[in-house]
């Protein structure tokens, strides 16, 4: 079965708990750019975690079941998979703490590379360990275990920025098959949808995840690049840590999204979260959309 059937018959629209949080609106006239968070913003989640690591969410059947559906033969033993899997995880993050970074991210696909490649050797399975099936194998377990669908109204959001001449970016803790899943689910290219590729920063491809700063100074100097000040920018997300702060210490200004209560993140034990106020607090993106038309 082609991979696009596979993430759509593995991926369903969520039903989202309303927030009691209320909104807080106003007319922004002066915004010729919107960069986006992706998880709990963009995409409604099951979880209000955006990657494994953070969640530790862990599961034998779904590897066993993304093997399997990318042709390779499983066989019987008695590893823990899930466990062995998030060894190799906590071992790729450790090698990028050891480089000094602060907020490290990895690459799922190096990963998943180490974590197969043991699985071969230990005979546990058996198949074509190449990159197209490797990356199979990681699309498909990721929609498993991490499902997501498109939030209400965001196609009608983005393309209405794209219709008004307004920048589309996005800044987000991903690995490659985040995009991939965007274009599938939204099914059109980022590109096509008015997303400006140099825009578009992937943590995965940086090593940097949110809430580090790197991201958001690359997009701001791009940003310049293109004539757009700071505060012609606006950047929506769900979580204050990883989202409002940063943005708003770049000088962006910021829409923190309330939509789905379980992926709202406020972080009200940390200091800087409390006293960061976000520009707008929005709950749908209709709501968002009168505020920058």
Known sequence: MPLNKIVLSLLQPIE????????????LSDI???????YGTLFTTKSPYSSLSESGIQSDTAIIEALEESDFNVFEHDTNLSNL????????????????????????????QDFLNELFIGGIIDGDLTERSIRRVIMCYECKINPVWPAKRSLEFIRNLQD?????????????????????LYQNSLETLGFR???????????????????FNICQERLQGLGIDPQETIYVGNDMLNDIVPARKIGFKTALFTGN??????????AECVKTKPTIIFNNFDQLADCIS
């Open 16 to 27: 989202v708990v309303a927030s009691p949080i209320k909104p807080k609106l106003k007319k």
């Open 32 to 38: 010729l750019a919107v960069i986006f968070d992706v």
């Open 85 to 112: 899997y998030m060894e190799h995880v906590r071992a790729h993050y450790d090698i990028r703490r050891a480089e000094g970074i602060a907020y490290p991210e990895i690459n799922i696909g190096d990963v998943w």
């Open 164 to 184: 008004n001449d307004i920048y589309a970016g996005i800044i987000a803790t991903g690995q490659f098959y985040t995009p991939k899943i965007m274009e599938i």
């Open 197 to 215: 590729q140099s825009l578009c920063l992937w943590s995965y491809e940086y090593k940097h995840r949110k809430p580090s700063s790197l991201l």
């Open 261 to 270: 209560a379980n992926s709202t993140r406020l972080h009200e034990d940390v």
